[in-house]
């Protein structure tokens, strides 16, 4: 599976981005699909995470009431809706996959891995 992250860029406190997560090569509809995001000097965290059926979704505490992850099965895509954007949310975004069903927090869960879109927000 080939995951391609696109949809970010620099933007304002305050506004909204949506990231896109567009998979080839393969089907991921069978997939739980999570967003990472990584800021410079600190580790890959966690933001989000949706089931592979789109019934159950997980958040980081940072991003409850703010971010919403979807997917649309019938065009491979996982989306990521940003919200209410903070200078705190600036990392590079990074989209995977989850072949095996979990444990959802932890990274070596998932298989396969985009390339990361920047996200850069200020104040």
Same mark, same amino acid.
């Not at 705190?88 to 985009?114: K, N």
């Given at each position: ?43 890959? @965290? ?8 789109? @019934?159950?979704?997980?958040?980081? @505490? ?62």
């Amino acid at each position: 599976v080939q995951l391609q992250a696109s949809g970010g860029g620099l933007v304002q406190a305050g506004v909204s981005l949506r990231l896109s997560c567009a998979a080839s090569g393969r089907t991921i509809r069978n997939y739980d699909m999570g967003w990472f995001r990584q800021a410079p000097g600190k580790e890959r @965290d966690l933001v989000a995470v949706i089931s592979w059926s789109g @019934d159950t979704t997980y958040y980081a @505490d940072s991003v409850k009431g703010r971010f919403t992850i979807s997917r649309a099965n019938a065009k491979n895509t996982v989306y990521l809706q940003m919200n209410s954007l903070k200078p705190e949310d600036t990392a590079v975004y990074y989209c995977a996959a989850d072949t095996g069903g979990g444990p959802w927090t932890l990274r070596s869960s998932y298989d396969y891995w985009g390339q990361g879109t920047q996200v850069t927000v200020s104040s």
